[in-house]
């Protein structure tokens, strides 16, 4: 999900060193400098939105937010630090904020984000047994909380590893790995509530 923002941050280092020439421009004044900075990331950082919220336009709305609060903070912005993370903890953090002032995303589903992990069977009732947890696990995930969620978009569905999450999410790992158990947590308990019978045929204990 979130290889848009790696791709966008560069496959080599010399991407990289030219981006910090540009952030080093902006922080001068220099007002090209920030509107590069903008069309390198503006796609990755409204498709992270949009598969939060599930609305284009609200993901277009975060998105300008989120390259505002870029504009106002990027003197706090340390260049030891890839600056794809940080943009992208500035991005999470945006979300979670509209999901506070719209409460009503907390109970949407997930629609798009949940990839049942095994491969391919060639058998069409356990593709179909699949597809229904996938559609399962998209209304569960739904109920998380806006950091529960974020933390599980990010760890379990954006195969981030913990440490990263940390630093996107700026918490400790421990707390990471706190919101990332109550959420697989409450994801199993609603699909055993749920679906029981779904996790028995799929072997899931």
């Keep these: 999900?979130?290889?848009?923002?790696?791709?966008?941050a560069g496959h080599a280092d010399?991407?990289?060193?030219k981006l910090k020439k540009l952030i080093a421009a902006y922080k001068q004044g220099d007002q090209e400098a920030y509107?590069?900075?903008v069309q390198k990331y503006h796609s990755p950082v409204k498709s992270l939105a949009y598969r939060m919220v599930r609305d284009y336009?609200?993901?277009?709305?975060?998105?300008?937010?989120?390259?505002?609060?870029?504009?106002?903070n990027i003197d706090r912005y340390d260049e030891k630090r890839k600056f794809y993370t940080w943009l992208y903890r500035i991005t999470v953090n945006a979300v979670i904020d509209h999901i506070r002032r719209n409460r009503r995303h907390q109970h949407e589903s997930l629609d798009g984000l949940i990839d049942v992990e095994g491969a391919p069977s060639s058998d069409p009732e356990m593709s179909y047994l699949r597809e229904r947890l996938r559609l399962e696990i998209r209304e569960s995930a739904g109920k998380l909380n806006p950091r529960q969620r974020s933390a599980f978009l990010?760890?379990?569905?954006?195969?981030r590893k913990v440490d990263d999450?940390?630093?996107?999410?700026d918490m400790p790992e421990a707390t990471v790995r706190w919101y990332l158990h109550r959420a697989r947590s409450l994801i199993?308990?609603?699909?055993?509530r749920r679906c029981p019978h779904l996790l028995f045929l799929l072997g899931i204990r």
């Design 57 to 72: 336009d609200e993901a277009a709305d975060i998105a300008q937010d989120v390259f505002v609060k870029m504009a106002r």
């Design 165 to 169: 999450v940390a630093g996107i999410m």
């Design 154 to 159: 990010l760890r379990d569905l954006g195969e």
């Design 35 to 37: 509107a590069r900075i």
């Design 1 to 8: 999900m979130e290889s848009g923002f790696q791709e966008a």
């Design 188 to 192: 199993r308990k609603d699909l055993l």
């Design 14 to 17: 010399d991407d990289e060193k």
